[in-house]
């Protein structure tokens, strides 16, 4: 599944942000980026599932909408972190001064990677090789 393997090589990009100089704002810029992208892959990547599972919400839900929706159908995903996520991705193009810059890293390092992985780990338990799978026969 295309949508599976964007999020797992996104996220491989992402785990490398603790062994980069965090105190280089283009280092930090390239952070918040990278965090947003794979927001978007993750959410996405939920809505699919969704539908794949036959949740009605999946084919018309907004991002808040899919992550509750998520939430009822996979018990490895932390509600609170993911919808802190979305309030994160939603402001973080505000953000104009580097102590909410810092506050946001520390937030993706600490927990939204975290999150990430467990999404990653958690899908990959429950479906396995059909995440591997061509995405015309994930239906």
């Given at each position: 599944?295309?949508?599976?393997?964007?999020?797992?090589?996104?996220?491989?990009?992402?785990?490398?942000?603790?062994?980069?100089?965090?105190?280089?704002?283009?280092?930090?810029?390239?952070?918040?980026?990278?965090?947003?992208?794979?927001?978007?892959?993750?959410?996405?990547?939920?809505?699919?599932?969704?539908?794949?599972?036959?949740?009605?919400?999946?084919?018309?839900?907004?991002p808040r909408a899919i992550?509750?929706?998520?939430?009822?159908?996979?018990?490895?995903?932390?509600?609170?972190?993911?919808?802190?996520?979305?309030?994160?991705?939603?402001?973080?193009?505000?953000?104009?001064?580097?102590?909410?810059?810092?506050?946001?890293?520390?937030?993706?390092?600490?927990?939204?990677?975290?999150?990430?992985?467990?999404?990653?780990?958690?899908?990959?338990?429950?479906?396995?090789?059909?995440?591997?799978?061509?995405?015309?026969?994930?239906?």
């Amino acid at each position: 599944m295309k949508k599976y393997e964007n999020f797992v090589s996104a996220l491989a990009n992402l785990e490398d942000a603790p062994n980069q100089d965090l105190n280089n704002d283009f280092v930090q810029s390239g952070l918040i980026n990278k965090f947003n992208l794979q927001f978007e892959l993750s959410w996405k990547l939920l809505k699919r599932l969704l539908e794949y599972e036959g949740a009605t919400l999946a084919a018309s839900g907004s991002p808040r909408a899919i992550l509750k929706e998520s939430y009822r159908f996979y018990d490895f995903i932390d509600e609170a972190a993911w919808l802190d996520m979305l309030k994160d991705r939603n402001t973080n193009v505000h953000i104009y001064d580097n102590k909410l810059a810092q506050d946001l890293i520390q937030r993706i390092l600490n927990v939204y990677i975290p999150a990430f992985c467990q999404l990653r780990d958690g899908l990959m338990e429950r479906y396995g090789e059909l995440l591997m799978a061509p995405d015309d026969q994930f239906v």
